[in-house]
């Protein structure tokens, strides 16, 4: 079943229930929103020459439009490429060329940027500015028919970057994000008619994911005037609204707590945050129990199975007075429904309980493989597994507590940080001959980067111009914000750097 269908179904049971809004404005009822996604989907194909299969990139920040773009690519049949906006350029021309995308949504600001790196995009057709006379364009359009998918057509390329520092596009078919959104249904909460979610953190990634839920059971889209998170308009929203869902980093939620607002605030129309992506320590977890009440959920999951492994429930959020209740706190919760959730040795045998080992996933909800990567996919699915590359183990009553990760990820404020794709541009400097990027403990963000480098004899510090460098490559918020010059960076036998020295230097 094509996705767009929750859409279509919703509009026909609520057509004039509250679809989208712009802080406490709706700018869409049901009705509103099937009928444009429809007829964007004829443009699509009328006017872009789109057809079920097609790539369509939205390298976009949060707007109401942001879902009327989405259905209608799904309507269309096509494949959304969703893109984190505060990406560099470059590093958005990289993915719309490697997806193959036809046509790319941007934002006005990143859609100049685009257009002065448009000869690293060969295949790309348009670049469309995601502005009111671009969306009146397409509205104007004839409605499509309902293109027909199957469960294991493309429906989103997730792209999450690796180790190696090129990202990867995860292939999430129709029948991984139903699956997702069951288990949505049956393990992290329900969605009633009236509700809402309120997307303060990126539509292109988890927040984005989870509008699907929101659109199966006719809940409004609420995007804040910002498009961001900022916690007093988030708290100003909430009295608006009723049966509000946040997904949230775990940043996000210590910031909120620290906001002077929170202490006249009116909380009563927040059901739920879900919070994922970091680990969030058992202390700001009590805390927010206590300044929020039973309204928290914690989720584990991938780009590879998205949102979709574990699942620590408010009910276990609750149980204060188990002898359990400090470790399941500090733990990512139990398997989620549908998923099946093992600790395996380097060899691919399962651990038994209290031992440490890789954490490995299986079920619906897990990807068919990366996008024109099969080394990549080769590694990381094998024997029916998703072999996540997180560490942890898994106890008695099936709580997995996450111990380490094995890919040397930085998470800050929520986004996921490679040092590989800091360090290729580091290197590019004249003056470097060595270099390390590793994550120092942060009290707002959870982390932040720091470089350690090794400069050519006779060479000064050059802060300024390292900054300047990374500006110019990557997105502003992978840039270090410290430097740290050394004579050599520690190393094993094996020559390879010692980053746990490094983060204990830092």
């Known amino acids: ?64 439009e942001y879902s009327e773009i989405l259905f209608a690519v799904w309507h269309a049949g096509a494949v959304a490429v969703p893109v984190n906006a505060k990406l560099h350029p470059k590093e958005v021309a990289w993915i719309v060329d490697n997806s193959g995308a036809k046509i790319c949504f941007a934002g006005a600001g990143l859609a100049a940027g685009l257009e002065e790196v448009r000869g690293e995009m060969p295949g790309l057709q348009r670049i469309l500015t995601a502005g009111e006379e671009t969306l009146a364009m397409l509205r104007g359009a004839g409605p499509a028919p309902l293109a027909d998918r199957r469960a294991e057509d493309l429906a989103w390329l997730f792209y ?97 707590l620290a906001a002077p607002e929170l202490a006249d605030a009116d909380l009563a129309g927040l059901k739920t945050i879900v919070y994922g ?76 309980a209290g031992e440490i080992g890789e954490v490995q996933v299986r079920g619906d909800v897990v990807m068919s493989g990366y996008w024109r990567n099969p080394d990549a996919t080769a590694q990381t699915l094998k024997d029916g597994w998703l072999h996540t590359g997180d560490l942890g183990v898994l106890d008695d009553d099936g709580y997995l507590t996450l111990k380490d990760r094995s890919k040397d990820v930085i998470i800050s404020g929520g986004s996921n940080i490679y040092p590989r794709e800091v360090e290729e541009v580091l290197l590019l400097h004249p003056d470097v001959v060595e270099c390390s990027v590793v994550g120092r403990p942060h009290a707002d963000w959870g982390e932040e980067v720091v470089a350690f480098v090794v400069l050519r004899s006779g060479a000064g510090p050059d802060d300024a111009g390292l900054d300047a460098l ?32 490094l983060r204990e230097m830092a």
């Open 1 to 64: 079943m094509n996705l767009a269908r929750y859409l279509a179904d919703s509009a026909s049971a609520r057509p004039g229930a509250p679809a989208l809004a712009r802080g406490r404005d709706v700018v869409a009822t049901y009705a509103d929103h099937a009928g444009r996604s429809a007829r964007m989907a004829g443009a699509l194909a009328a006017d872009f020459g789109i057809a079920p299969g097609d790539r369509v990139a939205m390298a976009m920040a949060n707007a109401p």
């Open 160 to 256: 999450t970057s690796g180790t190696t520092g090129r990202p990867k596009g995860a292939m999430l078919s129709h029948g991984n994000l139903r699956a997702m959104t069951a288990s949505y249904f049956a393990c992290v909460d329900d969605v009633a008619p009236g509700d809402c979610i309120i997307h303060a953190a990126p539509m292109s990634h988890g927040s984005g994911l989870y509008l699907v839920p929101h659109v199966a059971h006719g809940a409004a889209q609420v995007v804040p005037p910002s498009g961001g998170f900022d916690p007093a308009e988030v708290l100003d929203l909430l009295p608006a609204w009723r049966g509000a869902t946040l997904f949230f980093a775990p940043t996000m939620v210590t910031r909120l």
């Open 277 to 352: 992506g970091a680990p969030m320590y058992a202390g700001d977890c009590r805390r927010a129990l206590a300044a929020l009440g039973p309204k928290l959920v914690q989720i584990y999951g991938q780009g590879e199975a998205p949102m979709t492994i574990t699942v620590l429930d408010r009910a276990a959020h609750m149980e204060a007075d188990d002898p359990r209740y400090p470790r399941r706190l500090g733990s990512v919760g139990r398997a989620q429904a549908g998923v099946d959730v093992r600790v395996a040795d380097a060899g691919g045998d399962p651990l038994p």
């Open 470 to 501: 990374c500006i110019e490559q990557i997105a502003r918020f992978k840039r270090p914000r410290a430097y740290r010059v050394v004579e050599a960076l520690p190393k094993n036998n094996y020559g390879k750097v010692l980053k746990t020295a």
